[in-house]
């Protein structure tokens, strides 16, 4: 009946005063201006990117396991990963889905402002990035590339997303020939604007690259301590949200370095999934030593919560931070970012960029990232049960 009405033209019609639309979305919670368009963009490239991440990261992880557990002679360590057949198998496996990390990612971030013409655009600049661009193009060795690697990536994603939008609207043909533009023209500037802006962009990127590869891999004693202290924090801030990808992205980033994958990983990676699983073990933890302070229902779920803390899933803990953020959040922070600063001391790599206790052996020290875990998990644990309020009867 009232599908008729308004079809007859029965129904009045409301029509929003100026500014009230606008006023209505801020209400809604919705993010709008440059900062979230940025963030939108960003997050449709790492969400792409990230099984990539986690499929081709662990199958190369696993390479390095075989190797260590069949064992490799002292005079070929640098052949680790990839010496027996076995090993070099999963090796190859994996580094075919771990090398798309960067395409995938500025193909997105390229895609999610441009669509389709921004993808073909995004990819080849996130390919530089991976590869690099040589200063001597014409028989130039692999020592003479300069890779731009993640930051490149993610800047080459939105420059090609940018050229695509301005050529989507500047270049203009006529209607009959509407076809070839989608087809030929688009994607053909895109492409070459694009891998000619890298080669400005990879020179000073690829130098910051170097320069934070170098920076992470000779971190140790106090630096590290902090910068684990940081990021652990970071992952328990929001649970999921804008700091906690941050800190994961900027983590995962640090396995594309191939020195990363061939010394064990990075620290920063094995004190970013530390923290991250901090929070939902907490939840366990308060709700098992206070139970009178939480209801039945809460109770049941920080059940749940320690498979899910286990398995690296931050996100379990959020119901409890968003219910209680003034007391939960402050206890989770806390507990992360010691565990993350006792990683970052002990100096813990980690090559597998996600999976909790079931990539726990892909750490190089297993036991004392667990014993730091369960630290911190106790202290944010009995933290936020001792703030907890008594449960009303």
Known sequence: ELINTILDGKAETYHAAAGEA?????????????????????????????????????????SFLIDN??????????????????????????????????????GYIAYSIAEKPGLVAGVTAGYIAKVGYAINMIGADESKLIPSGFLGALVGGFLAGGVALLLKKYVKVPRSLEGIKSILLLPLLGVGITGFLMLLVNVPMGAINTALSNFLEGLSGSSALLLGLFVGAM???????????????????????????????????????????????????????????????????????????????????????AADPGRAIPSFMLGSAITGALVGAAGIKLLAPHGGIFVIALTTNWWLYLIFVAIGAIISGVVFGALRKEQEA
């Open 22 to 62: 606008s006023t209505a979305a801020s209400d809604s919670g919705e993010k709008t201006g440059l900062g979230a368009a940025f963030y939108k963009h960003l997050m449709s490239g790492v969400s792409q990117m990230l099984p990539f991440v986690i499929g081709g990261g662990i199958i190369t992880a696993i």
């Open 69 to 106: 557990f069949m064992g490799v002679p002292q005079s070929h360590l640098s052949d680790l990963g990839h010496y027996h057949a076995a090993a070099a198998i999963f090796n190859q496996i994996g580094g075919a889905a771990f090398f798309f990390m960067l395409p995938i990612l500025a």
């Open 235 to 321: 992952m328990a801030i929001d649970m999921g949200g804008p700091f906690n990808k941050a800190a994961y992205v900027f983590a995962t980033g640090t396995l594309a370095d191939p020195n990363a994958l061939a010394h064990g990983g990075t620290v920063v990676m094995a004190a970013v999934m530390a923290g991250g699983m901090v929070p939902p073990l907490a939840v366990f933890v308060a709700t098992r030593l206070f139970p009178q302070k939480f209801n039945k229902e809460e109770r049941d779920s920080g059940l749940t919560n320690i498979v899910m803390g286990l398995s690296f899933i931050t996100e379990g803990a959020i119901p409890f931070g």
